[in-house]
């Protein structure tokens, strides 16, 4: 059973602060990794997508792979009210597929 | 670019009807769509793979029959809850992706069944 493990949170950071989001895998080979946002009542929507070793920024944003130790994180720096959401990590299998975490509620208060 | 619609983003049908939802990708064409469900405050499930001129996939536990996926071009995909019961009010979305990698979701569809 290939798993994603999130924790659930709620994770709160103050506005300005950075917001580190974590997330394992099982599967050894596994290739791509995103990260989407979903608002409360709302379809997720995707912020970022990974597939090598090491560091992808884009904007405030920057997704981190490890493949040997399995893990993916998500930073969001300079923090908003508005990033509050829940933040869904998701492997790729071999037949397309996505396998989801529970995703990490995150609250940025003022 | 890479978006996708669902119609209707909201219905409200009596136990026993059928209920048809449907997936467009706008902007490209998608020969693999997705179904998924999630209840509230649970992560998605994904139902089902729909396949442009083939039988859909479904995943263990999600009923064939009950569920009906039908994808009938490369810019569409519906899948019809029959004879919807309360236990399968949900929120449904769908997913397509323009390459290989990155699946785009639909705006989701919420489903009471009274």
């Known amino acids: 059973q290939k798993e994603v493990e999130q924790n659930s949170g709620p994770l709160s950071v103050p506005e300005g602060a950075i917001a580190s989001l974590n997330c394992t895998y099982s599967d050894r080979g596994s290739q791509s990794f995103f990260w989407y946002r979903q608002y409360s009542g709302k379809s997720p929507e995707l912020i970022m997508s990974?597939?090598?070793?090491g560091d992808k920024e884009d904007g405030r944003f920057t997704a981190q792979l490890n493949k040997a130790s399995q893990y993916v994180s998500l930073l969001i720096r300079d923090s908003q009210p508005s990033d509050s959401a829940t933040y869904l990590c998701a492997v790729r299998t071999d037949t397309d597929k996505l396998i989801f975490g529970t995703g990490t509620r995150l609250q940025v208060f003022p | 670019g890479a978006v996708v619609s669902q119609h209707p983003s909201r219905v409200i049908c009596k136990s026993g009807t059928s209920v048809k939802i449907e997936c467009r990708s706008l902007?490209?064409?998608?020969?693999?769509m997705f179904w998924y469900r999630q209840f509230p405050k649970k992560s998605l499930m994904l139902m089902a793979t729909s396949n442009e001129g083939s039988k859909a996939t479904y995943e263990q536990g999600v009923e064939k029959d009950k569920f009906l996926i039908n994808h009938a071009s490369l810019t569409l995909s519906t899948l019809t809850v029959t004879s919807a019961h309360p236990e399968d009010s949900s929120f449904y979305i769908c997913s397509a992706s323009p390459q290989d990698y990155e699946q785009y979701f639909g705006p989701g569809t919420r489903l009471t069944v009274t």
């Open positions: 990974i597939y090598s070793n």
């Open positions: 902007d490209f064409q998608a020969t693999t």
